[in-house]
């Protein structure tokens, strides 16, 4: 009985050129947008790769030297695009690709791809993400708008509910019709374009599948609140013309004005410090050049540290003094930049708590961690790179003061000790590894759910021939 | 019967639309919106500019502090307190160029900023500028919060170029479609009253109201958000104009398509779609041929031409320094010292041959970036929300141009300070070398600090600004006028049947 009825209603929706070309058009839009990013990820990605090749080839080739210098010399490493960042490629635009991991300094990842755009670039950015999160709910309206207050008006419903269907059936069925629509035509492709994609980049495993699945889910039930919404709208308003403004005004709150909104304030609200003072302070807690009264600090330490009355007596103190220095600004450094990055965290879980005011906001947070592309899972990467800093720069500083070199004497080593050193390889978390803090996001759009489908039973329940 | 009197028509409408809550309400969420995006811009301006501060701040203290340090190592060495690393030793010119000499170029904020983010939000407004760093400055900027960046700020420049049409839009589509919607069209129609006098009073209704309000909205914003207006007169008088322009523009689309005199429903399907169209469409249509037809210069091989050129230049390290000061009259006759020069006097030669073998994907990286600057200034005219967002950064001084011309003094500055700096530290090779074992804890060829020029940044005059301007509010008349025209021409019958 269902299915018949469903492919009536949808076969009704296909009949408004306008509303059905509508969807159609950004169902287009999305799947170019997915592919454009796809395609351009897989590009910089090879890109990536051979160079983060050429980079082992020029550590493991340096030649003889100072393994205090060779920390210098050391790799840049790259961050691959997230399996999932042609869905929704979240803050990666505006994320460093790649950071220098040498001694002394936790560097900032460098070459956002948007650094320098333009303000065409800028605003013509869209992924299917946002244009599912922003525009869809205009399509959904104007389709939940023709099925349901377009029939009213024209005096149909009236005619449908004399007949012997149930009215909840009727408003379940149109509810059905305009959510089968856009999922179909808005997630599904771009799920499929996605897997393929991931299939032909060898990227395609069990957690990828996962995400792929959960963000479709995700959206296929956002897209289910934006139905229901429309159609419990459409039914309630006393005529066409109160339900097309009030489905305006809807969307207007929940997609433009409150998610940049909500956005600005939680950035405002719980500021960040600058980055000015975060890398001056770590400047001057750490410096990468100290001062000679810190070096007298410093030979005193080194002198306690190894029980002796003099640098005489260590084997290697100018290793012994880098080493000091540097597992210092590691202190330094997780005291300083934790509850900076922690401070991100907590604005990205306050926005995503305000997914409780929209919807759009639920699924806007909710996406970029689905789609691993949320400053959590950036900060995986950067954690694990400055891991990797640290034991290669340990390690070549452990060399040094393992051997004996005093005023002009140096000990240098070579591709015996570099080949020690493993590749820099990265996987990205697993899906619900890292502490998201979008989580919040998900128990909103599940209220939202509940809301929707609420409201949806109501207007149906009190719906009469 | 004798067809009423524009004047009479327009002085009823304006009474009746003056009562009406929508219009109210519409005004009021657009001041609020106008507020809110200027007073958040404000906060985080007066944040950045708090940064400055302190990054002035920081280079005084680090002044202060190479001062004293050079009065403390003329100090005789003692058992104590022995002789100085070069990298610690200001005295010693070599460290001192490398190790010491660090400053700041700053980007104040112009006092109209809170007009709009523009790319504040994006590049640094805060460049470190050291002697050997190639080109410049490091690639930098200030974290934010990346989630914000990629659904973009709310800031005063939004309200105006995204919600305020909706705004408009909305309230033509309401008001004007009333009669239409109620079935009373008809009745309209019988009137001696054609659909251009009656459409146009209306809107002409509308726009008296809303204008004056807008402008008023967007006067009282601005002032709440802290902005000096009797300083800012000229670009503030400009940025209404612009606004009042764009304002024509929507209400000119708006009366085309209710020219047609369609349902509410209708019409606002239509202006959604016309919405979308400029504010999202076309900007990714636009944006995403332009990226596959001029393609960025890859970041990555950036970074690998980086490596591959410093390790050649480790490679040839002596042979270029050899060569070097073989081409120097000055230096021709110590070459033989170019194997034993220290590691900050060897910067100060092969840093330019580093920069001189990466320039061409740095001015592939420049060339692409101004290219795409003047793309978006062309699509400004085919977007007109793409033009008026560029229009209020310029007028903000928030604009990628300005941007660009900071970048630009930063590095003439870092010139600045190498044209100060290396003579004095390449002079250094013509004398002889420092003896092992020294009496005073400094190597004192550089007695005092160096008095260096501080960074400045020429600085566009607002006569400039309002200039860089004026052809795309000339356009946006223009548009606003055709728009307008063909919504009156097309408003030519009654549609009832």
Known sequence: MILPLLHLEIAMLRRDRRAWWSLLALAIVVVLSCVSIAVDNVRVDA????????????????????????????????????????????????LGQTVYLEAHHQNDMLYRPQQNASPLQRIGFASPAALIAGVAPLVVFLLAFTLVAQERERGTTRLALGAAIHPSMLVVIKMLAVWASTAGLLVLPVAVVTVGQLAFTGQLDRDALLRVLAWSATFAGYLAVLAAIGIAISLRASNARLAMTTLFGVWIAFSLALPRAASTFVDTA???????????????????????????????????????????????????????????????????????????????????????????????????????????????????????????????????????????????????????????????????????????????????????????????????? | MSAPAFRDLFVWEWRHVGRSPLLWSIVVILLASFCWGALTTAFKHNEQSAALERARADDQALIASTAERAVAYRAKITEDAGQVAYWQDPTNVAGYSEYFVRRHA???????????????????????????????????????NPRGLALGRFDFAFAVVVLLPIGLLL???????????????????????????????RMAAILAWFVPAVLLAQVVALAIAGVPLGQVAAPLAVSLVLTLLYIFFWSGIALFVLARQPSAGAALGMFGAIW?????????????????????????????????????????????????????????????????????????????????????????????????????????????????????????????????????????????????????????????????????????????????????????SNAERIRNVLPFAFWLALLATVTSIAGWRRADRWQVT
């Open chain 1, 47 to 94: 890109s990536k790769q051979q160079v983060a090749a050429a980079e082992r080839q020029r550590w493991l080739g340096q030649g003889e030297k100072d393994p205090h210098s060779a920390a210098h010399y050391s790799i840049f490493a790259f961050k691959r695009a997230p399996a999932l960042s042609a869905l929704d490629p979240g803050g990666n635009p505006f």
């Open chain 1, 270 to 465: 719980q500021p960040l410090p600058s980055s000015q003072s975060i890398r001056q302070q770590m400047a001057s807690e750490a410096p990468a050049f100290w001062s000679d009264e810190q070096g007298q600090r410093n030979k005193q330490e080194l002198l306690a540290r190894y029980g002796v009355s003099s640098l005489e007596e260590i084997p290697n103190p100018r290793m012994a003094e880098l080493d000091l220095m540097e597992r210092h600004s590691h202190e330094v450094f997780d005291r300083i930049l934790g509850p900076f990055y922690d401070q991100v965290e907590r604005q990205d879980r306050w926005f995503a708590l305000l997914g409780f005011v929209s919807p759009t906001i639920a699924i806007q947070a909710g996406s970029a961690a689905l789609a691993g592309t949320d400053f959590s899972h950036h900060r995986h990467f950067i954690d694990t790179a400055e891991r990797y800093r640290r034991d290669l720069v340990n390690r070549m500083n452990a060399d040094g003061m393992a051997h004996r070199a005093h005023g002009s004497e140096r000990h240098t080593n070579d591709e015996r000790l570099w080949s020690q050193i493993p590749e820099f390889v990265y996987a990205a978390p697993r899906l619900g590894t890292p502490a998201m803090p979008a989580w919040p996001a998900f128990g909103a759009l599940l209220v939202w759910l509940g809301i929707a489908a609420s409201v949806l039973t109501i207007t149906a329940r009190e719906l009469r021939p």
């Open chain 2, 106 to 144: 700053l980007k104040p904020h112009l006092p109209l900023s809170p007009l709009a983010t523009g790319v504040s939000d994006l590049a640094p407004s805060r460049l470190e500028i050291k002697l050997n760093t190639p080109f410049g400055f490091n690639d930098t900027y200030d974290f934010e």
């Open chain 2, 171 to 201: 309230l033509c589509a309401l008001l004007i479609t009333f009669e239409r919607d109620r079935g009373m069209l008809r009745l309209v129609a019988a009137q001696a009253v054609g659909p251009r006098r009656w459409i146009g009073a």
């Open chain 2, 276 to 460: 979308a169209l400029l504010i999202i469409g076309l900007p990714m249509a636009i944006s995403a041929l332009v990226a596959t037809v001029d393609p960025p210069p890859s970041a990555v091989e950036y970074v690998d031409a980086q490596r591959r050129v410093r390790d050649e230049i480790d490679a040839e390290r002596d042979a270029l320094l050899t060569q070097a000061l073989g081409a120097r009259p000055d230096l021709a006759a110590h070459v033989h010292r170019a194997t034993s020069l220290d590691y900050a006097t060897r910067l100060s030669f092969l840093v330019p041959e580093i920069e001189r073998r990466l320039s061409p994907q740095r001015v592939a990286m420049e060339d692409h970036r101004v290219r795409q600057e003047r793309i978006a200034f062309a699509t400004g005219f085919l977007l007109p929300t793409l033009g008026i967002e560029s229009a209020f950064a310029a007028l903000a001084g928030t604009d990628p141009e300005r941007q660009r011309r900071f970048e630009q003094a930063a590095r003439e500055y870092q010139q600045q300070l190498r044209a100060c700096v290396y003579p004095l530290v390449q002079a250094e090779i013509t004398k002889p070398p420092a003896p092992p074992v020294r009496e005073t804890r400094g190597r004192l060829n550089l007695p005092e600090p160096l008095d260096l020029p501080e960074f400045s940044m020429t600085e566009a």
